[in-house]
């Protein structure tokens, strides 16, 4: 098998595509977990919430990144497309919730997964791809294609 | 007439409603111009984004301040309500495209603007709301309730 050019990760190793119903059991969220712990979804909420996204089309796309050895959910990552009213009812791709379960760091996974993310952006017609993240994960999406741009601020309830 | 508390500003000079058709004549464009310079919209594409935002409902919410005096538009910003899956299936308000005209700065216009679709965020059951913003506009969204979080990445095509 061919590897991924730069990646050092065996590209047919992991199959990316979008989110199914059936990845609630095959791990998705207990990687989200590593994201952003908290209860486990139940089975209702889960699907709930997949029916919601699936009505946006492509305005929101998950990705999930699956071992084929095991058929568990490797990596996953998201992204929203904002309308707006500037740049002529321009578009901006916002990309959420990139996660790449602890035991497959190191192997471009993640990269992959934001690449794949950026595309359907760019394919959608966004004039931009946006993110935020912590001061340490800079250099991974700079990795991406990103540069550093603007300050996030936040107002918790 | 009252002043609001704080704001300095004549609180019924003002009245912050969500966008409506009639905006593209009282000026809306040309106030979004003073955020991003672009071409101005057609009314066409202006009434096809209008209708695009009013089937997100309470999803997307763009909120205008008409001068009572004068009927033109004064300020603007928009929230867009992202559905989850982490935060057990959480909802985060996303703060866009915010502006006050420059000849009504000063005057707390854009404060009130954003306290507006932050509570319009908190009623939609948001844990959070963020924003990103040049390193300059800190101390207002600071003013506003906002805390300095994290850094923005952009890819621009």
Redesign the interface.
């Known amino acids: 098998m061919a590897s991924e050019a730069g990646a050092g990760v065996d590209a047919d190793a992991y199959r990316i595509r979008p989110l199914e119903l059936g990845d609630l059991s095959k791990g ?2 207990d990687l ?1 977990a590593q ?2 712990p ?2 486990p ?1 139940t089975e209702d ?2 699907c ?2 997949f029916a ?2 699936a009505a946006l089309g492509a305005d ?1 796309l ?1 990705l999930v990144a699956e071992d084929a050895g095991t058929g568990r959910i490797a990596a996953a990552g ?1 992204v ?1 497309v ?8 321009g578009t901006v791709g ?1 990309v ?2 990139v996660v790449v379960d602890a035991a497959a760091r190191g192997r471009g996974l993640g990269e992959r997964v934001v690449r794949r993310l ?1 595309e359907h952006a ?1 394919a959608r017609g ?10 340490e994960l ?1 250099g991974f ?2 990795k ?14």
């Not at 966004?126 to 001061?135: A, D, F, Q, S, W």
């Not at 990103?146 to 918790?156: A, D, H, I, S, T």
């Open positions: 998705f969220c989200l994201l952003s908290s209860a979804l909420s889960f709930s919430r919601e996204l929101h998950v998201a929203l904002e309308r707006k009213f500037i740049r002529r009812c916002h959420e919730d950026v760019r966004c004039y931009k791809v946006i993110l935020n993240c912590t001061p800079r999406y700079a991406c294609g990103f540069v550093e741009k603007n300050v996030q601020m936040g107002l918790y309830f």
